[in-house]
């Protein structure tokens, strides 16, 4: 089934585990998701994943790549730079109780994080080359649990239009966002096709009070919305409350912004 009407409408990739989001126009997607979204991340001394849900002002953090040289920016804090070869000493690092080996190695950046967020901590490093998978051999990044996230433009139409003040896409942190379905269409979807890439939709995305972060600003929302609204109606049975589909990287292949979807499966 094709709808022309609908298609991507935005890419982002997030380098820094809650970091700063980039648009992309377009880009090639593997097993383990788009270019560097969730390469790094920001972990206690122990290795225990730190995220804007302790720390909101994460999202403020931009962490930019190129050419194997890695740049930090954030509010008032000098621009750090560093070289990939600094983040080379293996280390076990652990992402919801999984526990697998990554890099770290840089007391510069481990400096500049733990003065930022007021606490110690240090930086990890991924890679391609990962070795944390689910049960199912999904390559992962240190996202939280699948390579790909998808959400709807309608579907925040429709909650913001319960919100007294409407909230950004970028505080649901999608990698996929979709034009022209039905609000919530998505949660049908079984397996859809964009481009060159084919998608097995895995499971809702429970959402949590890092929604409640503007992502500008990092600062929390006084009345804790948009959770309240969304409780009140996307409480979903098995999966609590939800907003946008994990995926799942069946055919990698180029994606684009403008890209037509092609639902290949509903689930019913």
């Known amino acids: 089934m094709k709808d022309a009407s609908m298609h991507v409408s935005a890419l982002y990739t997030y380098p820094l585990k809650s970091g700063a989001?980039?648009?992309l126009s377009e880009a090639y997607s593997d097993?383990?998701?788009?270019?560097?979204?969730?390469?790094?991340?920001?972990?206690?001394?122990?290795?225990?994943?730190?995220?804007?849900r302790e720390y909101p002002q994460l999202v403020t953090i931009r962490l930019t790549f190129i050419d194997k040289h890695i740049q930090l920016q954030a509010p008032d804090m000098p621009i750090l730079s560093l070289t990939l070869d600094e983040l080379s000493q293996p280390a076990d690092a652990t992402v919801w109780g999984q526990t697998f080996g990554a890099n770290t190695g840089s007391q510069k950046?481990?400096?500049?994080?733990?003065?930022?967020?007021?606490?110690?901590c240090i930086l990890y490093y991924i890679g391609s080359a990962t070795q944390r998978f689910r049960e199912e051999r999904i390559p992962l990044s240190f996202a939280d649990g699948y390579p790909l996230l998808l959400a709807g433009e309608s579907s925040l139409t429709d909650l913001n239009n319960r919100l007294e003040k409407p909230v950004s896409m970028l505080q649901f942190r999608p990698n996929i966002v979709i034009a022209g379905a039905p609000a919530f269409e998505e949660d049908f979807w079984a397996s859809i096709r964009i481009g060159e890439v084919e998608l097995t939709i895995r499971k809702p995305c429970e959402r949590c009070v890092f929604t409640?972060?503007?992502?500008?600003?990092g600062i929390k929302s006084a009345d804790n919305e948009p959770l309240v609204t969304l409780s009140s109606y996307r409480n979903l049975p098995d999966w609590g409350i939800c907003f946008g589909q994990n995926l799942e990287v069946t055919k990698p292949g180029l994606i684009k912004v403008g890209d037509e979807v092609d639902i290949l499966d509903w689930q019913f």
């Open 21 to 23: 989001p980039f648009p």
């Open 109 to 120: 950046a481990n400096d500049w994080t733990s003065q930022f967020l007021g606490i110690d």
């Open 31 to 52: 097993h383990m998701g788009l270019p560097l979204d969730r390469h790094w991340m920001i972990a206690t001394p122990e290795g225990r994943f730190i995220t804007g």
């Open 212 to 217: 409640t972060v503007d992502p500008q600003s």
